[in-house]
């Protein structure tokens, strides 16, 4: 089956590497991939936001499916795109459609699918420039800390916590008034602050029916002991100890299947990744925020954990059959380390040649490359997150032990990890 996969970070290279050894891949494209990618199919230079340009690829490499890793193209409406063109309507998309993506597309969008369906979330507002006046009365009354989330898709950025009303005033101002995160800040979902330990779960579903996949936790600040400024993420682990059985049934039962039942109710066609983004408040979870496709660097813990064919998961969701489908899980503990570039996640240089890549990596380790380019004979730096070691043991010390004991063998100017990933379940 020739298979094509959207994307170029660490996300597509577990997926890639994952894709690789199902008996149904021959040949696996990626676009544009990275340089760790091209150890498992043939990069592509293709720009994913370019839908011609991708369909013109399928139709010329007759391309069986297709697995969208990013959000932006699904929230641009690349499933509805393939759907829409009889040359096209036919290949696999793992993917949702344009209305399916605005659950991550929009704040505003998710918080009403959620309070419709009887899903727990924060409590909210949302205002724009029409009612900013009333978005500053709201804000000036409104408990501390106070969460401010630009509606739309911006880069992982659009989420500030302030704990003070000065703060709050000026990041409104900003967003709204100065287009700080530009469109996607027009519309500002203000909400209730919740104290808790944040846990990510992910669900493959094929509009019908789900399976839920293994959960995972990230670290999102730069330093040891969770401080300093978000990133995209510094690691992860999986499973959870805290998402016991009890905890995840009753994710299941208030989340997870009033999610795909509002799916169907509102008519929306949706096959694919379900990210639900959950905060446990003394034992009870809540929804944070929706995505359209998998975590990263979460992808790294959880796809090593599948023992499925995940060709295979991917044909059973287009064909709206996962309720035949008995998922496979490792029972050990996963652990990803992400190594970043000096100075991320600020401004940062690129280009540095990676040390080490060749040395051998113990038979219960995985080097994923995350912003990597192949430069003549070289693998160079790309990006801030660079590469993710992730490992499976017994339990969470001896898995950070085995990914830190692989990133001590590799080397490149600036390189920078935190060696604490798990740290409160040690």
């Known amino acids: 089956m020739n298979i094509l996969l959207l994307g170029s970070g660490g996300r597509e290279h577990a997926l890639a590497w994952k894709l690789n050894q199902s008996v149904w891949t021959n040949p696996l494209y990626i676009a544009p991939g990275n340089a760790g990618t091209s150890q498992c199919g043939i990069n592509v230079p293709l720009d ?3 839908f011609e340009a991708v369909g013109k690829f399928c139709v010329d490499k007759k391309i069986e499916m297709v697995v969208v890793g990013p959000e932006e193209p699904l929230v641009k409406g690349l499933a509805d795109y393939f759907k829409a063109r009889p040359d096209l309507e036919k290949i696999y998309f793992i993917g949702p459609s344009q209305e399916g993506a605005r659950l991550e597309g929009s704040k505003a969008f998710a918080k009403s699918f959620m309070n419709r369906h009887g899903i727990p979330t924060a409590a909210y507002r949302e205002f724009t420039l029409e ?7 709201y804000l000036q009354q409104h408990e501390l800390p106070i969460v401010l989330k630009a509606d739309g898709l911006a880069g992982g950025k659009g989420v500030v916590i302030c704990q003070n009303y000065v703060e709050a005033m000026a990041e409104f101002e900003l967003m709204i008034q100065q287009s700080k995160f530009g469109d996607a800040g027009k519309k500002v979902v203000v909400e209730e602050f919740l104290d808790g330990i944040e846990v990510s779960v992910f669900v493959l579903t094929d509009g019908k029916n789900y399976l839920i996949l293994p959960e995972a936790k990230d670290y999102k600040r730069i330093y040891e002991g969770d401080k300093g400024p978000n990133t995209g993420g510094m690691g992860a682990v999986s499973p959870v100890p805290f998402a016991t059985p009890s905890y995840m049934q009753k994710v299941e039962d208030r989340i997870i299947r009033p999610t795909i039942e509002g799916l169907q109710q509102d008519g929306i066609d949706y096959r694919g990744f379900i990210f639900i983004g959950l905060i446990n408040v003394q034992g009870e979870p809540f929804v944070i925020e929706y995505n359209c496709r998998l975590g990263d660097p979460e992808t790294e813990v959880v796809i090593p954990r599948l023992e499925n064919d995940l060709v295979g998961l991917f044909i059973s969701t287009c064909k709206q059959e996962l ?11 996963a652990i990803t380390i992400v190594a970043v570039s000096r100075a991320y996640p600020g401004s940062y240089e690129k ?29 160079v730096t790309n990006g801030g997150r660079v590469l993710c070691v992730t490992s499976f043991a017994d339990t969470v010390y001896e898995a950070v032990n085995k990914s830190r004991d692989v990133l001590e063998q590799i080397d490149y100017d600036g390189i920078f990890y935190r060696r604490d990933i798990g740290y409160e379940f040690l």
């Open 323 to 333: 309720d035949t489908v008995q998922l496979k899980v490792d029972e050990r503990t």
């Open 351 to 379: 280009g540095y040649p990676i040390d080490g890549l060749d040395n051998s990596v113990p038979r219960d380790s995985l080097v994923f490359h995350a912003g990597t380019l192949q430069k003549d004979s070289q693998v």
């Open 48 to 50: 994913i936001n370019d």
């Open 131 to 137: 009612n900013y006046t009333e978005g500053v009365k």
